[in-house]
């Protein structure tokens, strides 16, 4: 007897693999962006540095790894916020498309409605797994610089500067997390949660926009890894835009200093309003915005290509087998 053949709207996994790679693909390409945009959310007002200003600093500063500080927890974040975000995205959409083919509905494709419930499901899913990662993550973007403006004392009053050498070794992810949980305990790995479960409705804004282009434009003719591009692009650009409060809020939560006052989100976004005005939710936009909508087109594309590599991956190997 044949065996069934693999339906690819049904096969997350195959999906998620896609979704990991490409997001590990893209992150690598335009890390620098978020390491920018990282710092600027999390400086004073005092401190805010315009953008190529922040890029000469932390060069001359740290070199061009400087760029990359804490690149490792963020591409395992990425692979794992991808993996689980597509497994169950993919799971949602194959069961409402289960239920449509069911009811003699006259296509499968997910309306509005459905894609955002899909993305409510997988983008909380991925939040309540990977917000330790991110918030380990902000730790290492933002540490380096803190490390290196502690070897700058400006002495008050006389104008002397005191040099005490070197910076001290960056702390490694592996270190960072354990400092963390030693001395500020577990629940420091949830810090930001509140506002990173509203920042689901960013992946469902941005989804079910691609979803709906996506509808469109394979009436006329197939979508391409450079449709894709364009379509993940347009998507992320209106999504971030609308939900950039939150990441900022969120970014500062994660490195809020052990015995600091816990601030709720509202509170978070009062003080913010009240010390910088309403522009100092926006700190960052720029970087931000842009890796955003490069990070999310370049997912499209090279998800697309992926899944046809794993799908011929797994067929090559299933026939191998058969033969075997």
Known sequence: ?????????????????????????????????????????????????AFLAAVRRIIAREGIPGLYAGLDSAVFGISVTNFVYYYWYEWTRALFEGRAAAAGRATKRLTTIESMIA???????????????WVVNTRMTTRREHLEESQELVVEGSGAKAVTGPAPKPPTTVGTLLALLRE?????????????????????????????????????????????????ALGKLFATSVTYPYITVKSQMHVAAHGEKREGMSQAISRVIREE????????????????????AFLFAFKDVLYEQTIKLRSNVARKAIKA
């Open 119 to 133: 993305g409510a499901i997988a983008g909380s899913a991925t939040v309540i797994l990977t917000n330790p990662i």
């Open 277 to 296: 005005g309403y522009a100092g939710l926006y700190k960052g936009i720029g970087p931000k915005v842009t890796q955003s909508v490069l990070t999310a």
């Open 1 to 49: 007897m044949a065996s069934k053949p693999v339906t690819p709207q049904n096969d997350n996994v195959a999906h998620a693999l896609a979704g990991a790679g490409g997001g590990i693909l893209s992150m690598v390409l335009t890390y620098p962006l978020i390491t920018l945009s990282t710092r600027a959310q999390v400086e004073s007002k005092r401190a805010e540095t």
């Open 184 to 232: 500020e305990g577990p629940q420091a790995l949830f810090r930001g949660v509140v506002p990173a479960l509203v920042l689901v409705i960013n992946p469902i804004l941005q989804y079910t926009l691609f979803e709906q282009m996506k509808n469109v434009v394979e009436r006329r003719r197939r979508v391409t890894p450079t449709i894709a591009f364009f379509l993940g």
